[in-house]
């Protein structure tokens, strides 16, 4: 009988490891395929009720085909193009739409080489069909190959180039990224354990939990379930990398505190088990509901992100309860290699971590006072955060060629020539609604739209197409239409348009731009109160309290909005950004809020149990004393693998990386380690009202010291 019990305790965790190859083995190839069904079009995320939406189906009628106008630019370096430049430069755009036609790229008939004005420019416009995908990028990458024009800078841009060079960005989400991510895990975890085995397992751990999650999320998507793009991609990937690396570190760091304590491995498993699968789970469960609160989202993208992050949070709890202990019970004691934790052996948690708690017992008041003062001030500058978007030509940290052209285009044409915006209006009133139209400043020019044949959009004939009573007028731009001048020209042509006829609609990809923008404030505005409330529940049912939770949702809301002035600040003064969206501010309140309680739940649930034998005030500093480094190591990774967002050139990711980076190092170094201790020391046991322990301890003191709790 002992020989069986022995032969199932080595079986069962090597079923569990191997299990988990098996499945994760097959799934790999799945989950590098998750990039085939993203999509990155802000335009096919909007709800239906927004108008630009309404106008694109509207279009549909006048049996015109979506186009992506891709523009060929030559612009003089040193004054006027002489005729046989010109020339060269029409050869050049018959051999740029031979090169979109080998690729069937066009869904109409491109633009001869159109000279500007002042004769220092010349461009040519080719309309692509919006659903080519990688092949976009392909032609853009032929069609800048193309040999150059003496005395001329040469640019491909236009929307379908800025499109593509954004599309880019992403492309080293499955390569770049991860490698990183999980590059930086491994040096963090080889300087904490100074052992070279139990880091790889932990990155194992959290490899599996990767490749397995990301795979769910694709047939997810493959279904039409749920919307991803390249931005819910790349953040899905780091989050399952910091989180299951954050809980294989609470577990691991319970497991070597128990075989100090226990002889036989599998007995310190079970005991370490028993004492992190509740915490995990509840700041797992946490973070999985409020990332879905993200559902309640009208932009698609949004709505996305929720379900992928909660698949990843769940498949990095599921694999540190099952895969990581399973292969630490393998290894027992020789995972910790040179450092191997001994039965009997004495072990502090740290000196330091003692003292700082010390500390803050001796002066809750000044700790409380002085932290939560700092973090007021940064605070202040929250209203100095510029969230009211970012042009697409100015997406990709450092520039684009793209971008770079559209300034050329403005230099020597109407910006918006390529893609004017959209008005739908009813027949009887087009004339006046056209010259209404025409009258908004930022409008160059007003057409009514004579037919899907000839020429780029605007430039229909005098005599508009009637489709069901609706005629369709395309009006120019003066400025890029992916800029923010371009949205407040919209809402000023919405507002002219509907002082005519209630009935005018304005669409387009600037329209687009705007109604992605108001969304996504909207957003904002619904889902930020509802994740407070999602946790302070959530928060409520796992202390068994009401004024704990309160506690620390008000000093998690109370970093995040220091997070953000303090955003506010480098983001505009230290990278120069040339704004953010909305969506960061969302997205990074989401992630701040879940993920900064995670620390607070490893505290305080361990504060619970101390203060079960010690009182809160005691309770809570012991617990700091005990669960300081593991939780200091924890944001550290977090931090580092949202960090490594930035390795990818996009403005979007990087804003996003540094919020949630900084905030999470807020909350680890200043929230849980002074402001919550703090606080909570002031309180008292009433911290726990109205459970049982608000009275006071209820189990007799055992005779031990610090250390051993």
């Not at 991609?233 to 954050?246: P, R």
């Not at 599921?318 to 072990?347: D, K, M, S």
């Not at 052209?405 to 009133?429: F, K, L, M, N």
């Not at 919020?659 to 200043?670: H, K, R």
Request: glycine share 10%; hydrophobic share 50%; with cysteine.
């Amino acid at each position: 009988m002992p020989g069986r019990t022995r032969l199932l305790r080595w079986l069962v965790p090597a079923l569990v490891a191997v299990a988990w190859l098996v499945i994760a083995g097959p799934l790999g190839s799945f989950s590098g395929k998750l990039g085939e069904v993203s999509e990155n079009d802000s335009a096919a995320f909007l709800p239906d009720s927004a108008e630009s939406t309404q106008v694109t189906e509207l279009q549909r009628q006048f049996q015109t085909e979506r186009r992506l106008p891709v523009i060929l630019l030559w612009e003089s370096e040193d004054g006027a193009l002489g005729p046989a430049t010109l020339e060269e430069a029409q050869q050049r755009v018959d051999d740029a739409v031979g090169i979109a036609e080998d690729a069937d790229a066009l869904v109409g008939a491109p633009s001869p080489a159109i000279p500007s004005e002042d004769g220092e420019a010349v461009q040519a416009v080719l309309p692509f069909d919006p659903d080519l995908g990688d092949t976009l990028g392909q032609v853009i990458g032929e069609l800048r190959d193309l040999p150059a024009l003496g005395g001329t800078t040469a640019y491909v841009t236009g929307p379908g180039a800025i499109f593509s060079d954004f599309a880019e960005g992403f492309s080293g989400i499955d390569g770049l990224l991860l490698l990183a991510a999980f590059g930086v895990v491994l040096v963090i975890l080889l300087v904490v354990y100074r052992s070279p085995l139990l880091p790889l397992l932990v990155i194992g751990t959290a490899g599996m939990a990767l490749v397995v999650s990301l795979a769910v999320a694709y047939f997810l998507a493959k279904q039409g379930w749920i919307d991803v793009n390249g931005q819910s991609q790349g953040i899905a990937s780091i989050l399952v990398v910091g989180a299951a690396t954050d809980y294989g570190l609470l577990l691991v760091a319970r497991y070597r505190e128990e075989l100090r304590r226990e002889r036989s491995r599998y007995a310190a498993m079970r005991v370490a088990l028993r004492q992190s699968w509740e915490p995990i789970l509840a700041s797992g469960g946490t973070v999985i509901l409020g990332v879905l609160c993200l559902l309640f989202s009208d932009l698609g993208s949004n709505r996305g992100l929720g379900p992928v992050s909660a698949v990843c949070i769940a498949f990095a709890m599921l694999a540190a309860l099952t895969f990581l202990p399973a292969v630490l019970v393998l290894f027992g004691r020789a995972a910790f290699w040179p450092f191997r934790p001994e039965y009997g052996e004495e072990h502090a948690h740290g000196r330091g971590w003692e003292r700082i708690s010390t500390s803050v017992g001796r002066r809750p008041g000044r700790y409380l006072l002085g932290s939560a003062g700092a973090l007021v001030v940064l605070a202040l500058f929250l209203p100095t955060f510029d969230s009211d978007g970012i042009p697409l030509s100015e997406a990709v940290r450092g520039g684009s060629e793209s971008g770079a052209g559209q300034e050329a285009i403005a230099r020597h044409y109407e910006a918006g020539a390529a893609s004017p915006a959209v008005v739908i209006t009813p027949a009887d009133a087009w004339q006046d609604v056209a010259a209404a139209a025409a009258d908004v400043e930022g409008v160059a020019e007003v057409a009514p739209f004579g037919g899907p044949q000839g020429g780029p959009p605007g430039a229909g004939g005098g005599a508009p197409v009637e489709v069901d009573g609706l005629v369709r007028l395309d009006a120019t731009l003066d400025v890029a239409p992916d800029s923010e001048a371009a949205q407040s020209t919209v809402e000023e042509l919405r507002t002219a348009v509907r002082d005519v006829d209630a009935g005018a609609l304005v669409g387009g990809s600037s329209a687009q731009d705007l109604d992605t923008q108001e969304t996504a404030a909207r957003d904002l505005a619904v889902i930020v109160p509802l994740v407070l409330l999602v946790i302070t529940v959530v928060l409520a049912l796992l202390l068994r309290s009401i004024v704990a939770p309160l506690l620390l949702v008000a000093t998690v809301a109370l970093s995040t909005a220091a997070t953000v002035g303090v955003s506010a600040l480098v983001f505009e003064h230290l990278f120069r950004f040339p704004g953010s969206d909305p969506q960061v501010l969302l997205i990074g309140f989401v992630f701040l809020v879940a993920l900064g309680i995670d620390y607070n739940i490893f505290l305080m649930t361990r504060a619970r149990e101390e203060s079960l034998r010690h009182g809160a005030r005691d309770g809570v500093l012991r617990a700091l004393a005990v669960t300081g480094g593991v939780i200091t190591s924890a944001g550290l990774v977090l931090a580092a693998t949202f960090g490594a967002l930035t390795v990818l050139p996009l403005v979007i990711l990087t804003q996003l990386g540094f919020l949630v980076g900084f905030g999470v190092l807020l909350d680890t170094f200043v929230v849980r380690t002074l402001l919550v201790p703090a606080a909570v020391h002031l309180i008292g046991d009433r911290v726990w009202w109205p459970s049982r322990l608000a009275k006071g301890p209820t189990e007799p003191e055992p005779e031990r010291e610090l250390e051993r709790v």
